[in-house]
C-alpha cells in the first residue's frame, strides 16, 4: 500500500506571494490532518479534513487554509507569505475512526524569502 | 490544549536501553503515540498505546503508562545507531484527527 504523498518536497517562494501544498493519503483513508514543524515552535496543528468537510482548526491566522476533494486528497493554501512561514509542512492520514493511526508524509519544507 | 513535555536530549550506547519519558496534562486523552523522525524525513508511527493499558510491548519497544500521573515512557531495547533520530510523544484526546506533539527527545546513540 502507498504511504502518504505530499508535493513538492521543496517550495521557495519571496513574501507576499501564495503557496499551495499537496497531500495524497493512503488508500481508504479519509481524515487528513495539516501540521507546521519549525524549530521554535515545534508541531503545530493546522487542521484537520473528514470526508471534504473542516473538522478541526488549531490557531493559525486566516492566510492559511485547505480543502479536501472528494478523492480525499487535500490541499493546503497560504497566502501572503510572510518570513515566519517558513517551515516543513506535514500532512497525515488516517482511518478517521476511534482506534485511528495517523501515517505522516515526508513533508514540503517551504522557505519563504 | 494540551501540553506535553519530553526531555530534550538522551545519549546512550550501542547496545544498552533507553528510556524516553513524556508528560502530559489532558487526562481525557485516549491514544497516546510515539513518532520517529529521522533528518530532513517526515514522522514514522513506531506504536501507540490505549489509555485504558498499563503497557504495551511492541518487539524492541516497550511503552508504559501511568495514566494517574499523566506519565508515558518509551523504551528501546538493544539500542542500535539505527535508532539516532528525534523521538515524538502525542497524545490524542476527545478531538480525532488532532494530535499534540512534545518538542521531541533526541536520542544520540554512541558506538
Known amino acids: 500500500k502507498a504511504g502518504v504523498t505530499q508535493t513538492p518536497r521543496y517550495l521557495i517562494k519571496t513574501r507576499g506571494q501564495q503557496v499551495t501544498l499537496s497531500c495524497s493519503p493512503i488508500?481508504?483513508?479519509?481524515?487528513v490532518s495539516w501540521y507546521q514543524q519549525t524549530p521554535g515552535q515545534g508541531l503545530q496543528f493546522l487542521f484537520e479534513?473528514?470526508?471534504?468537510?473542516?473538522?478541526n482548526k488549531g490557531n493559525f491566522p486566516g492566510r492559511f487554509s485547505g480543502r479536501q476533494f472528494s478523492n480525499s486528497r487535500s490541499e493546503m493554501n497560504v497566502s501572503t507569505l510572510e518570513l515566519g512561514d517558513s517551515a516543513l509542512y506535514l500532512c497525515a492520514s488516517s482511518s478517521g475512526g476511534r482506534e485511528e493511526k495517523l501515517f505522516f508524509g515526508s513533508g514540503t519544507q517551504l522557505s519563504v524569502l | 490544549g494540551e501540553d506535553v513535555e519530553q526531555s530534550l536530549f538522551l545519549s546512550v550506547r550501542e547496545g544498552d536501553s533507553s528510556v524516553i519519558n513524556c508528560t502530559y496534562t489532558?487526562?481525557?486523552?485516549?491514544?497516546l503515540y510515539w513518532y520517529k523522525q529521522e533528518p530532513g524525513a517526515g514522522l514514522q508511527l513506531l506504536t501507540y498505546?490505549?489509555?485504558?493499558?498499563d503497557m504495551k510491548q511492541d518487539q524492541r519497544l516497550t511503552v508504559l503508562l501511568n495514566k494517574k500521573d499523566k506519565h508515558l515512557s518509551l523504551r528501546i531495547a538493544d539500542t542500535q545507531t539505527g535508532d539516532s533520530a528525534i523521538y515524538f510523544c502525542?497524545?490524542?484526546?476527545?478531538?480525532?484527527?488532532?494530535?499534540?506533539f512534545g518538542r521531541g527527545t533526541q536520542l544520540t546513540v554512541w558506538p
Open positions: 479534513y473528514f470526508s471534504e468537510t473542516q473538522r
Open positions: 488508500s481508504g483513508h479519509r481524515s
Open positions: 502525542a497524545p490524542r484526546g476527545s478531538t480525532l484527527g488532532r494530535l499534540y
Open positions: 489532558d487526562s481525557s486523552s485516549t491514544y
Open positions: 498505546i490505549f489509555s485504558n493499558m
